[in-house]
């Protein structure tokens, strides 16, 4: 999964609890993304980055949070935990984005039941 | 508004015949349309891609068809196995998006190759 490591890979929570989710690259690649995938809903960009400590919303974002103080860790956080986002969770990596690249790396997901 | 529509949901198709997934756009300022390749419990991965001044690419038993008139993308795997069974995303991405070339999912294809 291109040097990405996320963790947990699964995670059981309560409804209200915080949680917060990890991913780790060894790619030093600027870009890193959180989407969340549903059933029926494909892949939804929740956050992404475009390097440390800067950030930007995508099209999910409400009810997270995240966080990059180094290169190669992008954290997402759910400040209070709803049955709604129990998902299953990915982060990805992209090198470049001039116009002939923007291969998205992904890893192997995270996935979290929200009880 | 879904940016990316993709069909069909499910698709089940017999060993050696041809699995044909649909994605029709709106936004003409896309540039880089690619395809990812997802196994259960694994994360989504490059296929293959095309970019719109391109009518065709070929690699291997994957080509993508582009109608950029139509806005339109398709693709097509020839003699289809068993072991290209998962579930198949396209993707579009905006260059014009500020600091990130994010990129826009379908909702997902999955395909079962039977015997």
């Known amino acids: 999964d291109a040097g990405i490591t996320q963790s947990p890979r699964h995670k059981v929570t309560e409804t209200g609890t915080p949680v917060t989710l990890r991913c780790h690259q060894t790619?030093?690649?600027?870009?890193m993304y959180w989407y969340r995938q549903d059933p029926g809903h494909g892949l939804r960009l929740i956050h992404y980055s475009y390097g440390v400590k800067d950030t930007d919303k995508g099209e999910v974002s409400d009810g997270y949070s995240v966080s990059r103080s180094k290169t190669e860790d992008f954290l997402l956080t759910l400040e209070s935990a709803t049955s709604s986002q129990t998902s299953v969770y990915f982060c990805a990596i992209s090198e470049r984005t001039g116009r002939s690249k923007n291969i998205q790396y992904f890893g192997a997901g995270t996935r979290l039941s929200v009880l | 508004q879904q940016q990316v529509k993709q069909s069909p949901q499910s698709l089940i198709v017999q060993k050696g015949g041809i699995s044909i997934i649909n994605c029709a756009y709106e936004?003409?300022?896309?540039?880089?349309f690619p395809w990812y390749q997802q196994f259960p419990g694994k994360g989504p991965a490059l296929l293959i891609a095309?970019?719109?001044?391109?009518s065709e690419k070929k690699e291997g038993r994957f080509t993508i068809s582009f109608n950029k008139s139509a806005k339109q993308f398709s693709l097509h795997i020839m003699d289809s196995q068993p072991g290209d069974s998962a579930t198949y995303f396209c993707?579009?991405?905006?260059?014009?998006?500020?600091?990130?070339?994010?990129?826009?999912f379908g909702d997902g294809t999955t395909l079962t190759v039977k015997p």
């Open positions: 095309i970019r719109p001044d391109v």
């Open positions: 790619e030093n690649h600027r870009y």
């Open positions: 936004n003409t300022a896309f540039d880089y």
């Open positions: 993707a579009a991405r905006n260059p014009h998006n500020t600091n990130a070339g994010k990129s826009t």
